[in-house]
């Protein structure tokens, strides 16, 4: 038996080798962690127990989770998608329980192993299947700029009404426990001490949060600030727990209460690490559970339970939306993006699990339909345009007709400016090509944007410019330019894959937050890249320069220089730990000092000799005794020479050791 130390490196082993694997595969690190607890696990290789430790790391991960959902709780959202989520989304979870318990009936009839099912079981597994992935689908639709869409607002406030059902969910699910004969009498109970603790929770935590909050950080401890946080989600927990409520909802109410302060956002970033290492280890217990001799004896069972639910919340999802006022279309795409199984179901499975309201078979065969399910989610969601065009001629003549509304009001178009987004900065790109009197034709996929900016005259069309049909509907052909107006690489990338087929030749101009990209966009066809953390430090700077007399036409000439080579001497920068980027760290332009020391590699050769550039790093800078100096390839270095290097992180480092080591 693995000490608890033991099991904690084991475990860690498993997510980080798991997560690789996922993220080399393109998929979501998630399942990374679930297939790393299924081959770990009792039912498989043996290595690791499904114990109480597991248990315990797994609870935590489910208390940052709910705490962290609670920090994105907002009533003003709420009220501002107020149909969506409470019209479309409630109508989904309960409809979804409902069918499912349906469907649960009809399998117990199938297998006599199967047929104790109660409804209070059928009830708790509606319940877990009712949910969606949040994780996988709001990364793909932010992928694919879909958040905005039609069905992309609807699938995120079905999200979110699932999100907040989960906290009743956790109530009732223990309650049904019971005896029958008590059923009345607990249900009664849990909803008594879980408004009197709720009451206690907002009423006095939200009059002291602010105020505590203010005082800790007064301190200036950054120490301290995240003691005190972790004080507030475990004791919130901690209540609910000993009023007979779950951990998961002390943890809610404790972000919902920091969601009304100034610090939200600073709790966000210090709870994330927290949040997805203990979140990790929760998927790698669920995985554990499963035993995979099971679901191949049971294959065909596994195989219903992977259909069955994924085709019930496909049609029911997909009817709602369309009774709710959507587009077939809108409506399809809404109910394939929903169809898998989530991560909360997940949490609510592990409950049912331990209440022991299910068989541990029929555990197994879910759990095992549900990880399915997500896996091909993905896939689904990648060919979601397809399968739509497929299934709804209406959607065909929809597409057709948007793309035929594009194509008449560029149809008189030449050498005009085509847009790709009409955000804030498109908007503002197109106001100043309207003052110039340069045509242009805009595309967006915001529906209320798009009509609103009609209406005032504005060319903008319903499209998405990563469509090659919508950038040939544009005029692209025509054009005399291509601005893609959003930060987003890999959206941008697709559009330049286009462009080579459709318009080689045409300028295409990129935006881009900062230039960890730039050569990557460049190398795709991007004719210029405007990094918009360069871009802001030079106008920061030309101001600047301004005000401390520097004469405007000096100014404008460094600006120029700037932007004609390029940015080459701004990009990279001196690293700290401060410094957060979604980009991979290893493909990070920065900059790096090297002092030479007297036992260095380099003492005595000319810098040109040691050939830093065909390891990945350039000289930007030498200083020697305090002063920078002019260098050649035939500089000779010495001891206490300080070289200033540009490239990414692994040639820095082998740039570095050549430097120094002998």
């Known amino acids: 038996?693995?000490?608890?130390?033991?099991?904690?490196?084991?475990?860690?082993?498993?997510?980080?080798?798991?997560?690789?694997?996922?993220?080399?595969?393109?998929?979501?690190?998630?399942?990374?962690?679930?297939?790393?607890?299924?081959?770990?696990?009792?039912?498989?290789?043996?290595?690791?127990?499904?114990?109480?430790?597991?248990?315990?790391?797994?609870?935590?991960?489910?208390?940052?989770?709910?705490?962290?959902?609670?920090?994105?709780?907002?009533?003003?959202?709420?009220?501002?998608?107020?149909?969506?989520?409470?019209?479309?989304?409630?109508?989904?979870?309960?409809?979804?329980?409902?069918?499912?318990?349906?469907?649960?009936?009809?399998?117990?009839?199938?297998?006599?192993?199967?047929?104790?099912?109660?409804?209070?079981?059928?009830?708790?597994?509606?319940?877990?299947?009712?949910?969606?992935?949040?994780?996988?689908?709001?990364?793909?639709?932010?992928?694919?700029?879909?958040?905005?869409?039609?069905?992309?607002?609807?699938?995120?406030?079905?999200?979110?009404?699932?999100?907040?059902?989960?906290?009743?969910?956790?109530?009732?699910?223990?309650?049904?426990?019971?005896?029958?004969?008590?059923?009345?009498?607990?249900?009664?109970?849990?909803?008594?001490?879980?408004?009197?603790?709720?009451?206690?929770?907002?009423?006095?935590?939200?009059?002291?949060?602010?105020?505590?909050?203010?005082?800790?950080?007064?301190?200036?401890?950054?120490?301290?600030?995240?003691?005190?946080?972790?004080?507030?989600?475990l004791g919130a927990a901690w209540i609910t727990e000993m009023a007979g409520l779950s951990l998961a909802l002390g943890a809610f109410v404790a972000g919902m209460l920091i969601s009304e302060t100034e610090y939200k956002h600073q709790v966000e970033e210090d709870i994330k690490s927290f949040r997805d290492v203990l979140l990790g280890l929760f998927f790698i217990s669920i995985g554990m559970l499963l035993n995979v001799r099971l679901v191949i004896e049971y294959w065909w069972l596994v195989l219903l339970l992977l259909t069955g639910p994924v085709l019930l919340k496909f049609g029911l999802v997909t009817i709602l939306a369309k009774w709710f006022g959507a587009p077939v279309g809108v409506a399809l795409r809404t109910g394939l993006a929903l169809a898998q199984a989530g991560e909360f179901g997940f949490v609510l499975l592990h409950q049912i699990s331990a209440l022991n309201l299910i068989e541990p078979l029929i555990i197994q065969l879910i759990l095992a339909s549900m990880v399915l399910s997500m896996l091909a989610a993905p896939v689904i969601l990648a060919k979601s345009d397809a399968i739509v065009m497929k299934l709804s001629a209406n959607e065909w003549m929809a597409q057709s007709l948007a793309l035929t509304q594009i194509a008449t009001r560029t149809m008189a178009a030449q050498q005009h400016v085509v847009i790709a987004g009409f955000g804030r900065t498109g908007q503002s790109l197109a106001k100043l090509l309207d003052e110039e009197g340069i045509p242009y034709q805009a595309l967006d996929l915001d529906p209320d944007r798009v009509r609103d900016a009609q209406a005032a005259g504005v060319n903008v069309s319903y499209g998405d410019a990563g469509r090659r049909e919508s950038l040939v509907a544009a005029g692209i052909n025509r054009a005399a330019a291509l601005v893609i107006t959003y930060a987003s690489t890999p959206s941008a990338l697709k559009v330049l894959h286009h462009m080579k087929d459709l318009a080689p030749a045409l300028p295409v101009i990129v935006r881009s937050y900062d230039d960890s990209d730039l050569d990557k966009l460049r190398a795709a066809g991007a004719s210029e890249v405007v990094p918009e953390a360069i871009e802001g430090s030079l106008m920061l700077a030309s101001h600047a320069l301004l005000t401390m007399g520097v004469p405007l036409r000096r100014v404008v000439h460094t600006i120029q220089m700037a932007r004609g080579e390029r940015y080459a001497s701004l990009r990279g920068f001196f690293h700290g730990a401060s410094d957060v980027s979604d980009t991979a760290e290893h493909l990070q332009v920065r900059l790096r000092s090297v002092l030479l020391t007297e036992s260095a590699n380099a003492l005595g050769k000319k810098l040109g000799q040691l050939e830093l550039d065909a390891l990945g790093a350039e000289v930007t800078a030498l200083r020697r005794n305090g002063v920078r100096i002019d260098w050649t390839p035939d500089t000779i270095l010495l001891a206490g020479d300080i070289l200033v290097l540009r490239g990414a992180l692994e040639g820095l480092s082998r740039a570095e050791g050549r430097l120094l080591k002998a």
């Open 1 to 233: 038996m693995l000490s608890p130390l033991e099991l904690t490196l084991l475990l860690l082993a498993a997510a980080v080798l798991g997560v690789v694997a996922f993220r080399m595969m393109h998929l979501p690190p998630m399942l990374g962690y679930l297939m790393a607890g299924i081959l770990i696990g009792p039912h498989t290789l043996g290595w690791a127990e499904d114990n109480a430790t597991t248990h315990a790391l797994g609870e935590f991960g489910v208390v940052f989770l709910m705490f962290s959902i609670g920090l994105e709780f907002s009533l003003a959202k709420l009220s501002a998608m107020r149909r969506t989520v409470f019209g479309l989304g409630m109508a989904q979870v309960l409809l979804t329980i409902i069918l499912t318990m349906i469907f649960g009936w009809l399998v117990a009839t199938i297998s006599t192993r199967l047929s104790a099912i109660s409804w209070q079981a059928a009830f708790a597994i509606g319940g877990a299947l009712a949910m969606s992935s949040t994780a996988i689908v709001s990364k793909i639709l932010t992928e694919r700029l879909e958040l905005e869409s039609e069905h992309g607002r609807r699938i995120i406030g079905i999200l979110l009404f699932q999100d907040l059902a989960l906290v009743p969910l956790l109530i009732l699910i223990p309650a049904l426990a019971h005896p029958k004969g008590d059923l009345v009498a607990t249900l009664s109970w849990a909803a008594f001490k879980a408004v009197i603790v709720l009451l206690l929770l907002f009423f006095v935590g939200h009059k002291l949060m602010r105020g505590w909050f203010r005082i800790v950080v007064k301190r200036r401890s950054q120490e301290l600030f995240m003691l005190n946080l972790l004080l507030i989600t």
